[in-house]
T-cell receptor, first 110, second 112 residues
Framework: GQNIDQPTEMTATEGAIVQINCTYQ??????LFWYQQHAGEAPTFLSY??LDGLEEKGRFSSFLSRSKGYSYLLLKELQMKDSASYLC???????????WGLGTSLAVNP | DVKVTQSSRYLVKRTGEKVFLECVQD?????MFWYRQDPGLGLRLIYF???????EKGDIPEGYSVSREKKERFSLILESASTNQTSMYLC???????????FGPGTRLTVL
């Protein structure tokens, strides 16, 4: 079957660094996405990894290891506005559909 | 910038009513999607469309239908709304050959 696992909740302190992990088991792999979703709002695109390694974009970085079926999203210099749910999604080969994780709810405390 | 809009942010309907949710994108995207999102269940795909007048069932199509008469517009129809269809409905679009989906603001539907 197709499965994506993420921690349900995480807590971190303003100014700190947090790593949100995502593991996947899918029939195929054509790329992995991270989206951010604030409460009551739509998901917004953060990053896309298709090759192994680290992609850096400002305070956010995303890492992929295809052999391990593993990705993480790294958030640096946390701000209160980073409190949100972070969704991991995999393109498993059917190019029209993504398989979504349930999301990790991150609370950033002062 | 990609812009995806949905007809309503909040909607309250009664059981048995026919409900139309509209989604419009302005980037000439070929692919459009309808999801619902519920606590603990995540994003679940209802229907998607890869071209005008083309549609395919997603993971939970029961109780829903869709219409795509124009490239920019994708409508979700609840033929006879039920209380278990109370949810956040999200529309997304994507260009052919590109993987990133872009979401509209969502419609929070309550069925009483």
């Amino acid at each position: 079957g197709q499965n994506i696992d993420q921690p349900t909740e995480m807590t971190a302190t303003e100014g700190a660094i947090v790593q949100i992990n995502c593991t996947y088991q899918t029939s195929g792999f054509n790329g992995l996405f991270w989206y951010q979703q604030h409460a009551g709002e739509a998901p917004t695109f953060l990053s896309y990894n298709v090759l192994d390694g680290l992609e850096e974009k400002g305070r956010f970085s995303s890492f992929l290891s295809r052999s391990k079926g593993y990705s993480y999203l790294l958030l640096k210099e946390l701000q209160m506005k980073d409190s949100a749910s972070y969704l991991c999604a995999v393109n498993a080969g059917n190019n029209r559909k993504l398989i979504w994780g349930l999301g990790t709810s991150l609370a950033v405390n002062p | 910038d990609v812009k995806v809009t949905q007809s309503s942010r909040y909607l309250v309907k009664r059981t048995g009513e026919k409900v139309f949710l509209e989604c419009v994108q302005d980037m000439d995207h070929e692919n459009m999607f309808w999801y619902r999102q519920d606590p603990g269940l995540g994003l679940r795909l209802i229907y998607f469309s890869y071209d005008v007048k083309m549609k395919e069932k997603g993971d939970i199509p029961e109780g829903y239908s869709v219409s795509r008469e124009k490239k920019e517009r994708f409508s979700l129809i609840l033929e006879s709304a039920s209380t278990n269809q109370t949810s956040m409905y999200l529309c997304a679009s994507r260009a052919a050959g590109v993987d990133t989906q872009y979401f509209g603001p969502g419609t929070r539907l309550t069925v009483l």
